[in-house]
């Protein structure tokens, strides 16, 4: 998943051992270039050790990202290289701004227009040797004190933060509250299980179903009728009464598509015992006393 939200593309090789497929391996993107060769495809990989190689779809599990040459897949951190730069620039400024040996003045101290040049200059050297820390400084005379403000709001370095985490929010289709950059809407419970639902559906799910099709449609990996699913129904689990709200539908008698036992593994519960012949023919009587009596009524 970070080779296909980096790159754009993930290629996984086949180790064999005795001509079986024993286990599947990462294939750094940047050592492998793909190309189409007499209609076929291959890749030229470049191991950290040892020549280049040659490798065909016998040996190499391709999962491609969106494409526009039908080869090789966009990388979203490429195609959004100067939104991340922006991020990246505006910590860098943000920290020489205060990590700067360069001293801001905190106030003006505005002297009366009568004040003598030599006066001035004696109440600037006073400043100077009795500043300290978090103190208070008295000087004489006919004085007025402004203070300047530096405030992160005032200078835009939160909101632009604010607004560089949103942008990558945007461009990995990541709900911006995952990343801690609220849109300013106020989140409220329902909000943000629907956001997180939406997560799972058009963030995550585009991503692992093209993984599950380069899977699957590998004749190496899947025989006949089997395909590869990624289980994601416990990202997708409503609350406690959401969910026993459709069981009851899901189990009604008439109208129902589920049996208790595929309930019970939806919700990771063991399989009920099996009612002894006691309890089946107990069971059987009170639901023949119950047709009687609801036929005689």
Same mark, same amino acid.
């Given at each position: 998943?970070?080779?296909?939200?980096? !790159?754009?593309?993930?290629?996984?090789?086949?180790?064999?051992?005795?001509?079986?497929?024993?286990?599947?391996?990462?294939?750094? =993107?940047?050592?492998?270039?793909?190309?189409? *060769? +007499? /209609?076929? @495809?291959?890749?030229?990989?470049?191991?950290?050790?040892?020549?280049?190689? @040659?490798?065909?779809?016998?040996?190499?599990?391709?999962?491609? /990202?969106?494409?526009? *040459?039908?080869?090789?897949?966009?990388?979203?951190?490429?195609?959004?290289?100067?939104?991340?730069?922006?991020?990246?620039?505006?910590?860098?400024?943000?920290?020489?701004?205060?990590?700067?040996?360069?001293?801001?003045?905190? $106030?003006?101290?505005?002297?009366?227009?009568?004040? +003598? @040049? $030599?006066? +001035?200059?004696?109440?600037?050297?006073?400043?100077?040797?009795?500043?300290?820390?978090?103190?208070?400084?008295?000087?004489? /005379?006919?004085?007025?004190?402004?203070?300047?403000?530096?405030?992160?709001?005032?200078?835009?370095?939160?909101?632009?933060?604010?607004?560089?985490?949103?942008?990558?929010?945007?461009?990995?289709?990541?709900?911006?509250?995952?990343?801690?950059?609220?849109?300013?809407?106020?989140?409220?419970?329902?909000?943000?299980?629907?956001?997180?639902?939406?997560?799972?559906?058009? #963030?995550?799910?585009?991503?692992?179903?093209?993984?599950?099709?380069?899977?699957?449609?590998?004749? *190496?990996?899947?025989?006949?009728?089997? !395909?590869?699913?990624?289980?994601?129904?416990?990202?997708?689990?409503?609350?406690?009464?959401?969910?026993?709200?459709?069981?009851? @539908?899901?189990?009604?008698?008439?109208?129902?598509?589920?049996?208790?036992?595929?309930?019970?593994?939806?919700?990771?519960?063991? =399989?009920?015992?099996?009612?002894? =012949?006691?309890?089946?023919?107990?069971? +059987?009587?009170?639901?023949?006393?119950?047709?009687?009596?609801? #036929?005689?009524?």
């Amino acid at each position: 998943m970070a080779h296909l939200a980096i !790159y754009g593309a993930a290629y996984m090789g086949k180790y064999r051992e005795q001509g079986e497929i024993t286990q599947l391996g990462l294939l750094h =993107p940047e050592r492998v270039r793909p190309e189409i *060769d +007499a /209609g076929k @495809l291959r890749f030229r990989y470049t191991p950290g050790t040892g020549g280049q190689q @040659l490798l065909t779809t016998a040996d190499v599990v391709y999962v491609k /990202g969106l494409s526009v *040459d039908g080869l090789n897949g966009l990388s979203a951190v490429s195609k959004a290289a100067r939104v991340l730069n922006l991020s990246d620039e505006l910590v860098k400024h943000a920290l020489r701004y205060f990590e700067s040996d360069v001293p801001h003045p905190a $106030g003006v101290l505005r002297l009366g227009p009568d004040t +003598a @040049l $030599g006066e +001035a200059e004696r109440t600037k050297e006073v400043l100077r040797a009795e500043a300290r820390p978090h103190g208070v400084m008295v000087v004489r /005379g006919d004085a007025e004190y402004h203070a300047i403000a530096h405030r992160l709001d005032d200078s835009q370095f939160v909101e632009q933060r604010r607004l560089a985490a949103q942008e990558i929010a945007r461009v990995f289709r990541i709900p911006p509250h995952m990343l801690g950059a609220p849109t300013g809407d106020s989140m409220t419970y329902a909000t943000v299980e629907q956001e997180s639902l939406d997560f799972v559906r058009y #963030s995550l799910q585009p991503w692992l179903r093209r993984i599950e099709l380069a899977i699957s449609n590998d004749p *190496d990996l899947a025989f006949q009728r089997q !395909y590869v699913r990624f289980e994601t129904d416990a990202l997708l689990r409503a609350d406690a009464k959401t969910r026993a709200e459709v069981y009851r @539908l899901a189990l009604d008698p008439v109208q129902g598509w589920m049996t208790r036992e595929e309930v019970r593994r939806l919700e990771d519960l063991e =399989p009920e015992p099996e009612p002894r =012949p006691q309890q089946v023919m107990t069971q +059987a009587v009170q639901a023949a006393m119950q047709t009687n009596g609801a #036929s005689n009524g």
